[in-house]
């Protein structure tokens, strides 16, 4: 609980304002502290010197030597100099001594080198006559001459000790020392340090009180926003209120924000349901997250039972069937008007579809979508429509097979009627050569007009075009030669396999060659380019020639039966071609060469099954 709030917002700023505020309470009084502590040792330091001024004075100019020159000590022996000096200054220091509790005062005699007073004497006169150690402070004083302050562990204790040198005549003869006990000093500073506590700690308790005061509302207001966002997510349409001063601008500004995102978002769903054709969003897992009015009545499911469901559990790949929406996520290519069965909630659609990947605003990836047209109607629209053609192209086929057939019967009849009544077995051996010629020209007619109108049976299977297109090259390559005739390859590497008849394929390039080459008749190029066109999964094969072109006039005409410019031509050549490419789904197109000549264009669609 206490890590959440520490992380909160809230706690964030208490704790900052408290870092704000009571930092600099809490550095000054550390540094008053240290300040006072430092002016109540200077103080001490005073205090004590001036008691060694006054001692100083106090002893007289003679110092030592004059005392005992008014005892008539000078030459006695030590303790006698020692007690004369003591019953001298012993007064002296006793009562310095107790003018201020705590204070410890004395004489030291450099040449005695012994205590010659400490007062009060009830308490230390004892040391009398006792030198200092080796090490003492007090020889240093006496053998610099200079004054000098020390803590340490003496006589008394834990003390302060003031030591100032005694000089007469330019010679130190001793020092006096005024000391105090540091438990003294520890317990005035202990107060100090108290009473600063208290006043620090009043200081940060007025303050958090205060900041709680202050932050109270702004949380409020805070929280309020942090409620309203939460809201927006799920309606845009209602606004956050309840706060004011700045975060009431906040909130007026989020508020105007989501209007306006409401508005778009309306906009966008406006058109998503209007639009006739299905659109599917998914994200990167490949979630459906979008999935129009149109979508539901084309697919037969609702857009709540799918939202969020696997797309590929939805609508299952399988051999006939190869998602191009997922395809676009997976590899980031799109799809344009590329027609596909799709499967629905009850059997299967013909469609259109397009696909394109989402991005953010900073260009990421956030899934991918799909926009398709359902073609089943126009489909069988296009059937009727093809039925008549096939109809109508009957009536011309008849009239053509009539005119073809009808010339060469009458040549028939005519000889076989001259040789009821007449002719010798001389005649018989010349124009029934004739008529067996006649004979055979019928019957390739009628062969080439039932391959047309029933082609055998295919045997379709994924099969290597460009391995199909290169042996159909070899079988005419003598032909070619002889003619000085020149095959411009290019086939693509790795060209995907499709789902064709090879044989049948084979006839329809062998076709197409032998028409460019008799197109030209003399020494020329036929430029052979066989590649993938991703885009609408298609294999496109084109034959383009050097010769003197097909007119714009007659283009529409090379496909129907009969239709041929060549004088022994059957006109069923072309057609059949047509015939083989459109029963697999692909289109043969006639364009010019911009070189001179023509390009007879394939597209063979890359899966194709038959019946479609």
Known sequence: MWHQWFKSWRGRLIILSLLIVNIPILVSGFVMKQSAEQSLLEEKKSKLAAVGYILDARLGPDGFAGILARHGAVGAPRDAQIRILNRELAGLTDEIARSAPGLGVGFYSRDLDAIVTYGPAEKYGYTVGWPIGKDHPGRFVMATNEFRVEFGTLVRGNIMNAMRPLARDGRVIGYIWVNELTDDIQNQLAAMDRGL????????????????????????????????????????????????????????????????????????????????????????????????????????????????????????????????????????EPYIGSKIEYPIRHGKLWISVTTSLLRDINGKIIGAVVVFEDLTERKRLEEQVSRADRLATLGELMAGVAHEIRNPLTSIKGFLQYFQSAGSDEERATYL????????????????????????????????????????????????????????????????????????????????????????????????????????????????????????????????????????????GLAVVQRIVAARGGHILIEDNPSGGAVIRLLIPLAYEQGE
């Not at 900041?211 to 349409?237: A, E, P, Y």
Request: net charge negative; hydrophobic share 45%; glycine share 6%.
């Open 197 to 332: 506590v208290i006043s620090v700690a009043v200081g940060l308790l007025l303050s958090i009180l205060l900041i709680l005061s202050l932050t109270g509302s702004m949380i409020k207001d805070v929280q309020t926003v942090i409620q309203g966002l939460r809201q927006l997510r799920f309606n845009l349409r209602k606004p956050i209120s309840g706060v004011t001063g700045e975060m009431g601008e906040v909130a007026a500004t989020i508020n105007e924000m989501a209007a306006a995102l409401g508005d778009a978002r309306t906009l966008s769903e406006n058109i998503m349901e209007s639009m006739a054709d299905g659109i599917i969003a998914v994200d990167t897992e490949g979630k459906i997250t979008a999935f129009n009015r149109a979508a539901e009545i084309m697919t037969g499911f609702s857009a709540p039972e799918v939202i969020g469901q696997d797309y590929e559990t939805i609508f299952p790949q399988d051999a006939a069937f190869n998602s191009r929406l997922l395809e676009t996520l997976r590899t980031g």
């Open 433 to 572: 050569p004739m008529l067996m010629r006649e004979v055979e020209r019928m019957n390739r007619i009628i062969e080439t007009l039932l391959y047309f109108a029933r082609p055998s049976q295919e045997k379709a299977m994924p099969t290597d075009l460009a391995k199909v297109l290169q042996e159909t090259m070899i079988l005419v390559q003598s032909q070619a030669k002889t003619h000085g005739i020149v095959f411009d390859t290019f086939i693509e590497e790795k060209l995907p396999v499709v789902n064709i008849d090879g044989e049948q394929f084979k006839q329809v390039f062998l076709n197409l060659l032998i028409n460019s080459m008799q197109a030209m008749d003399h020494e020329g190029t036929i430029r052979i380019t066989a590649r993938y066109l991703k885009a609408s999964d298609e294999v496109e094969v084109l034959f383009a020639d050097t010769g003197p072109g097909i007119p714009a006039a007659i283009r529409e005409k090379v496909f129907d039966p009969f239709f041929t410019t060549k004088q022994t031509g059957t006109g069923l």
